[in-house]
């Protein structure tokens, strides 16, 4: 199994006979990119379930969304950066109430709560994001009709799930997603790949409210830039074709047993390199009960 028979996203698949999926398969956006990178890495995640290691880098993802999630409950003159920056310690807090682990990212000398210059200058780093994120839209114009949106809809026995960052609608009715990303922008050569997931969501919409999507954005805070994108329904129906495309291609894997590894530059940051035969490694015992149509980890709301 390689992944040459999935088409990329927008491009109808290269001749792929796909079967009849089963009523409980499922795709969020982030395990559908997994397998066009790695099948391997699908496999890990997705049947496997092995825990990768975290990074101060995708916490601070996390705090940033739950910042700007929370920024909104204000009310529209009070959505200041000073007011977003206030918000820093209180998120980071709760984060740690709800997730303890995150605590082992600033370990403490005595084993007390998080502290010090380290754990300092990491939040200080995520106001900085915030700040960015004030140069590139001004939120006190802004009353967002969705905010950390759970998303899903079954489209003959495949459903399609994640959560939308931000659903904005304009008086007349068209619809921006929006998603806020705490990295920096692609270069264009990697814009289609970056794009993937918002398609993923204008599906969904389409086929749940029945209106495209007139804008995706995505939003970069780490260089202060934006990618925007306006698709159609011609464009989402080559796109719905790619998803079942995938889903096939790892119905057939998990049949065979067959997850092929697909090393690239992304390697040098997976957590998996001691199971991964391309790097010498040993492949796990396949999990026991694991087959065609076994629900996938969906994404967590703050995946994006």
């Given amino acids: 199994m390689t992944t040459e028979t999935v088409a990329a996203p927008g491009m109808d698949p290269p001749g792929i006979d796909v079967p009849a999926v089963r009523p409980i ?20 995640r997705s049947i496997d379930r092995i825990p990768e290691a975290r990074s101060s880098a995708a916490t601070r993802g996390t705090l940033v969304h739950s910042v700007l999630e929370r920024l909104f409950d204000l009310p529209a003159p009070a959505r200041t950066h000073a007011a977003a920056a206030a918000l820093v310690r209180p998120e980071w807090e709760k984060l740690l109430l709800d997730d303890p682990d995150v605590a082992a990212l600033f370990p403490s000398d005595d084993g007390s709560a998080p502290a010090g210059p380290e754990l300092e200058a990491w939040l200080e780093s995520s106001r900085g994001l915030l700040e960015n994120y004030f140069a590139l839209e001004d939120p006190t114009r802004i009353e967002p009709a969705a905010r950390e949106q759970h998303v899903e809809v079954l489209l003959e026995g495949l459903t399609l799930r994640g959560y939308i960052d931000r659903i904005d609608i304009a008086p007349t009715g068209d619809i921006r997603i929006v998603d806020y990303k705490t990295g920096a922008s692609p270069r264009e050569a990697f814009e289609g790949k970056a794009l993937f997931q918002m398609k993923f969501y204008a599906l969904v ?3 749940t409210r029945g209106v495209v999507p007139r804008q995706l954005r995505l939003m970069y805070l780490a260089d202060r830039d934006t990618l925007t994108y306006s698709p159609d329904a011609e464009e989402l129906e080559r796109f719905e074709r790619t998803l079942r495309a995938i889903w096939a291609a790892i119905a057939l ?6 997850f092929r590894p697909s090393p690239s530059r992304l390697c040098d940051w997976c957590d ?15 999990p026991e009960g694991a087959q065609a149509g076994t629900p996938e980890v969906p994404d967590s709301p703050a995946a994006g």
């Avoid at 398969?25 to 890990?44: E, I, N, Q, V």
């Fill in 25 to 44: 398969a499922s795709l969020s956006p982030s395990r559908a990119a997994d397998f066009k990178t790695c099948p391997l890495l699908y496999r890990f």
């Fill in 205 to 207: 919409l389409w086929r």
């Fill in 253 to 258: 894997a998990i049949e065979t047993r067959d």
């Fill in 272 to 286: 998996h390199h001691a199971r991964c035969p391309a790097f010498g490694g040993t492949l796990p015992a396949w």
